[in-house]
């Protein structure tokens, strides 16, 4: 069951109060997709995610907590541009503008993120154009963010997942040949061997569409997979 509530918020930015929706309980059910994307019902809480006030147009995952050059950024026009952007959905810019604050203090796995989430603001709405902007932004900052020695993910094998994936559905085939292989070369765990290699097969075909993991390597495959890393898991505890 999936709970989201509108609640009171203070901007750090301009004291100003603001309704938003704050995630109170969530559950899944299914595959992700190959980048992380949660399946329903998690997936439908994004716009919980990322905070707009709209006095000051401050964007953050927490507009209640200031920032270190948070105004700054926010003055630039650059940030008030993409703030109005009707290029992109409205929950995309508030990513994007958030993605900007969290660069400039040098959260850039955050950032990244921040972008890939854009993202799926705009695959949803069905705007590829879009989509694939906020994918070339991701790529930048996460390659950024590893560059700095920052973990772009909790597990470093699905780190190297949400990369490839970007590359690929940015349309950056080469590189995303390039990154799956050298990942290949390394020890991984089966079950991430097994995803690489369907990106492969996705990459080489030039396909840059979105797949849950059970429709990229099997429903089947999957559950067996997950289930020995489990077991995996629990015997090494």
């Excluded at 009707?86 to 850039?108: D, E, M, T």
């Excluded at 970007?166 to 799956?180: K, P, T």
Aim: hydrophobic content about 40%; charged content about 20%; proline content about 5%.
């Amino acid at each position: 069951m999936t709970r989201m509530v509108p609640k009171l918020i203070k901007c750090a930015v301009c004291d100003q109060q603001s309704e938003q929706m704050v995630l109170g309980s969530t559950s899944s059910f299914g595959a992700p997709d190959l980048d992380g994307r949660p399946p329903s019902l998690m997936r439908y809480t994004i716009i919980c995610w990322v905070q707009r006030c709209p006095s000051c147009g401050y964007c953050a995952p927490q507009i209640a907590e200031p920032g270190v050059k948070t105004t700054e950024v926010m003055a630039d026009a650059f940030y008030q541009t993409q703030l109005h952007n009707h290029s992109f959905p409205v929950l995309a810019n508030s990513f994007l503008c958030a993605a900007l604050i969290q660069q400039q203090q040098g959260q850039l796995a955050d950032a990244g993120w921040s972008c890939v989430h854009a993202a799926w603001v705009c695959d949803d709405e069905r705007n590829t154009i879009a989509a694939q902007h906020c994918r070339h932004k991701a790529i930048a900052l996460l390659q950024q963010a590893t560059d700095a020695g920052q973990q772009t993910h909790a597990d470093p094998e699905h780190g190297a997942l949400l990369l490839t994936d970007v590359l690929r559905r940015s349309g950056e085939f080469a590189a995303a040949a390039a990154y799956c292989q050298h990942m290949l070369a390394q020890p991984l765990s089966p079950l991430v061997q097994r995803m690489l290699a369907a990106q492969q097969a996705l990459i080489t075909r030039r396909d840059t569409s979105g797949y849950t993991i059970e429709e990229a390597i099997g429903e089947t495959t999957y559950h067996t997979l997950l289930e020995q890393q489990k077991k995996e898991g629990e015997r090494d505890a």
